[in-house]
């Protein structure tokens, strides 16, 4: 058991994914206290975690804790800020997982409370396979980063990256998964409509997006060379179509984080 106490601010679905991430490598904390305001989200997470105690509508439970991770929107964070400031005890590390709101942002809404870390979660950390890129302020010393890093290793990959480049990370790896997974489980349909079994289809897609990712990104290949390697090209005449669907929504959605 590690002796911090963490609190969660906010009990969807990020704050399930690292309670599950914490929960499958045995990672037990001496207390765990969530709240929301939505007593049926808090109720189905102490049904999944037993152990965990939560706090309905009263975020000053968690916000007296060790480790602080504030799982909101950002737009609702500035009035939780506001109503916790005088709640965080001053060793306290916060965790912000919401893009856009900048660590001296938060210092300003928090009363110049400067203990602030950001990440930004991936989904596969539920399986401890995440990649959570983070940025500290600029108060932790190197031990403090590794001791907090070695806490949050358990959910899979969590490196230490500038804070500008975090909206970036939240468009290509927190949202990264959405682009994918709904192709991949077409795929799976298709697969076994053509009288392959579950787990036939399931192991060929695996290895073969895990393969396809290896050669575009870590062979000796140029992309127009990967891309060369397979002659038919199913969607060759829609290629252009969806790559402008990315670039029109992401950077959209990009240029709004980083407003």
């Known amino acids: 058991m590690l002796e911090k106490t963490i609190g969660f601010i906010g009990g969807g679905r990020i704050t399930r994914i690292i309670l599950e991430g914490f929960k499958r490598k045995n990672q037990v904390f001496k207390e765990v206290i969530v709240s929301d305001i939505n007593l049926d989200t808090l109720n189905r997470l102490k049904e999944k975690f037993p152990k965990i105690k939560i706090s309905p509508n ?59 870390v950001r990440m930004i979660p991936n989904a596969c950390s539920v399986i401890n396979a995440g990649y959570n890129p983070v940025a500290f302020s600029q108060v932790f010393d190197e031990t403090e980063k590794k001791d907090l890093l070695n806490i949050l290793a358990v959910l899979g990959k969590c490196p230490e990256v500038k804070e500008e480049t975090l909206e970036a990370y939240a468009i290509l790896t927190a949202m990264g998964p959405t682009y994918l997974w709904f192709q ?24 073969m997006v895990t393969g396809a990712a290896d050669t575009l990104f870590r062979s000796e290949f140029s992309p127009e060379e ?26 959209a959605l990009y240029k709004k984080l980083k407003g």
Do not use: C, W
């Open 58 to 116: 009263d975020n000053q439970q968690p916000a007296s804790e060790d480790i602080v991770f504030v799982s909101l929107h950002p737009k609702a964070i500035s009035g939780v800020a506001n109503e916790i400031k005088t709640t965080l005890k001053s060793g306290a590390v916060l965790i912000s997982l919401a893009p856009k709101l900048t660590i001296s942002k938060l210092t300003e809404h928090l009363d110049n409370f400067e203990r602030i």
């Open 184 to 207: 991949l489980n077409e795929l799976e349909k298709i697969g076994i409509s053509f009288g392959l079994s579950s787990k036939e289809v399931e192991e060929a897609l695996f290895l």
């Open 226 to 251: 990967v891309m060369d390697l397979i002659p038919a090209k199913p969607f060759g005449e829609e290629e252009e179509n969806i790559r402008n669907i990315y670039r029109i929504k992401l950077e």
